[in-house]
């Protein structure tokens, strides 16, 4: 079943859809990409996330307030109630958070900065709340268009609180611990693909156990150039991959 439009927020932009898979299925809550000023959810079209809910996982694809006409941190903000309002209306075995570009960039800051999850009660490193986050190329310093319309130059590379890694340190139950998942393309963006590295080191250099962290590089690939890509029997790469990584397998 696919609902669209159902409202999580009380911003025109705070609507999500969901393809149901069943309530004992996990939920994938998903974040686009659009580098925070453009982009939307698929509108109930998304062939990924079709053939995930056929497959058995539930797919929540949400929109957020972005760019000009807001400001950080109000996409985090809505992210955070997004999955809130997930838990408690979608029906699931586990949720699981993940996004694409600027999508990945919201999900690692949900994912380390405590307080946007935490505003709802919901703590961001406990497997008990949240299973697991998908990084796909997401950017864990301060994300380019955040250093824009800050006034700033957006190539710069600036660790502070509007980046992930500036919350990054030694886990107080390391056991208790999500999964993570990180992933890049060979052709990516300017620098993504390093910032990536240093973010997973600096996971493992603060002891987050190592079967928690995967690394995915997509070889030939540009910048998430995987989301879109149907193999020759018309599956989704990128519903392959989300899938693996929610049944514990490598993803390509």
């Known amino acids: 079943m696919i609902q669209t439009d159902l409202v999580y927020g009380a911003y025109p932009s705070s609507v999500v859809d969901v393809y149901h898979a069943g309530d004992d299925a996990p939920l994938f809550v998903y974040f686009h990409g659009g580098g925070i000023e453009k ?6 079209k998304s062939g990924w996330a079709k053939e995930l809910m056929a497959s058995g996982i539930s797919v929540a694809d949400a929109n957020y307030r972005m760019y000009p006409d807001n400001t950080f941190p109000s996409f985090l903000e809505d992210a955070a109630e997004c999955v809130a309002w997930c838990r408690k209306n979608v029906p699931h075995s586990k ?4 996004g694409s570009s600027a999508g990945g960039y919201i999900t690692m800051m949900l994912a380390f900065d405590p307080k946007y999850l935490g505003a709802f009660g919901i703590n961001c490193a406990d497997e008990d709340d949240i299973a697991g986050y998908f990084f796909d190329a997401g950017q864990p310093t301060v994300h380019f268009n955040v250093l824009k319309y800050s006034g700033e130059d957006s190539r710069l590379i600036r660790v502070d609180e509007r980046s992930a890694l500036w919350f990054i340190k030694q886990a107080e139950n390391p056991e208790k611990l999500p999964r993570y998942e990180l992933i890049v393309s060979e052709k990516d963006i300017y620098n993504r693909v390093e910032q990536n590295q240093l973010l997973y080191r600096t996971l493992l250099h603060f ?4 079967e ?41």
Do not use: W
């Not at 949720?95 to 993940?98: F, K, L, N, R, S």
């Not at 910048?223 to 029997?233: F, L, M």
């Open 39 to 44: 982009g939307s959810k698929s509108n109930g």
């Open 212 to 252: 928690k962290l995967g690394y995915t590089y997509m070889e030939g690939f540009g910048h998430c150039g995987y989301v879109g890509k149907q193999k020759e029997d018309g599956t989704h790469l990128f519903a392959q991959m989300v899938r693996n990584f929610i049944n514990k397998k490598p993803l390509v």
């Open 207 to 210: 002891k987050y156990p190592e």
């Open 95 to 98: 949720i699981y958070v993940g």
